[in-house]
């Protein structure tokens, strides 16, 4: 017998109990589960008579781990037979326990909220319909270009950089560039000339500001989507979205050299300061995550296991100790959120 109550912030409540019967049933998995466990002087493991066991461990410790087998075997069929779409690990708490009787419980957990989308076909297409502003590519823009790769090139030999200002270390810089002649272009790539060099230059920079325009749509676009989407953001989805960021700022931090610890005590911070920082970010993350979910459901968008497949091995071969079911995840929700932008923007 189980009630369910819909709480806030997605979550549901599950309220029941278990037959007297059916809990005195794991009575005899939970005394061997714990005679593996404990070690009494003149017995080996798993070999301590029953009475012994009891004794030594006492009554409540016994029926608290056929509560934990008992409820481990029910919560998995209550979700199923309640169709509750529970995410994250649930809160489970005993009510009620004592020999005899049913065991009483009470679970808490998140559910997959429900997503009430607004008019996104309408907001894609009056997104599409402003005017890009895309500016031409200036000859200042191909000559600063040109400027750091030739500075990227330069030659830091003899210069002691930790003496000098940051206007010092430029100039020293610029002193040493190399020529730019054809012979330093070709040493660059497949470019014939200079003229061949500044032309390719040139479409880069224009590439690179298409993409820049794209992104700025596509920024726009998610936040009209997020506001005029109707859902209750479950705590776990935002706390998950803020450890992928945390790990991420640590991988950051470690490939400067820097130890995480020297580096928040440099900035005077802790986890825990970032972290709120960041929840703003990571809620509208955790948003959009979930209407792309929704709209890919909607309009029937799916990713060729095949397309998820490749994007894996480049993973795994990229990242050796990369598992490859976390991988095909991470590469099904990319290939899958482009496709909903493809269509959004089409």
């Known amino acids: 017998m189980t009630k369910i109550t819909k709480l806030d912030k997605s979550r549901v409540e599950i309220t029941g109990s278990i037959s007297a019967d059916t809990f005195e049933s794991f009575r005899k998995k939970a005394l061997e ?10 017995f080996r493991k798993g070999k301590v008579p029953e009475a012994t066991l009891v004794a030594k ?10 509560a934990e087998l008992a409820l481990s075997q029910a919560y998995p069929k ?6 509750i779409d529970a995410i994250g690990r649930p809160e489970i708490q005993i009510t009620k326990i004592a020999k005899g009787n049913p065991l009483e419980f009470k679970i808490i957990t998140a559910v997959v909220p429900e997503v009430k989308l607004g008019d996104y076909k309408k907001i894609a297409k009056e997104e599409k319909g402003k005017k890009s502003e895309i500016a031409e590519v200036t000859e200042k823009e191909v000559a600063d270009a040109i400027l750091n790769i030739r500075r990227s090139r330069a030659d830091h030999s003899g210069h002691d950089h930790e003496k ?32 061949d060099f500044k032309a390719k230059i040139k479409v ?5 500001k298409k993409n820049k325009e794209k992104d ?11 506001e005029t989407c109707l859902m209750e ?14 790990s991420q700022f640590s991988d950051d931090v470690a490939r400067m050299g820097v130890k995480i610890e020297d580096y928040m005590k440099h900035a005077k911070k802790t986890i825990e300061d970032l972290r709120k920082d960041w929840r703003p970010h990571a809620e509208k993350k955790a948003k959009l995550q979930l209407i792309l979910n929704k709209i890919a459901e ?7 296991p095949k397309e998820i497949e490749s994007e894996v091995n480049l993973i795994v071969e990229h990242y050796k100790d990369a598992d490859r079911e976390r991988a095909a995840v991470y590469a099904e929700t990319v290939l899958m959120n482009e496709r909903v932008f493809k269509f959004l923007e089409s």
């Open 33 to 42: 589960n714990i005679n593996n466990e404990v070690t009494i002087d003149g």
């Open 57 to 66: 461990v006492g009554e409540m410790n016994i029926m608290e781990e056929m």
């Open 78 to 83: 209550i979700v199923i037979d309640e169709k």
């Open 164 to 195: 000098m200002s940051a206007t010092e270390h430029e100039k020293a810089v610029d002193a040493s560039l190399p020529e730019f002649d054809d012979a330093f272009v070709k040493s660059l790539g497949n470019f014939t000339d200079i003229a």
């Open 204 to 208: 880069m920079i224009a590439e690179e």
């Open 216 to 226: 700025k749509k596509r920024i726009s676009i998610s936040d009209k989507l997020i």
């Open 233 to 246: 953001l479950p705590d776990i989805l935002v706390d998950s979205e803020l450890g992928r960021m945390e």
């Open 298 to 304: 909607a309009e029937k968008i799916i990713v060729d």
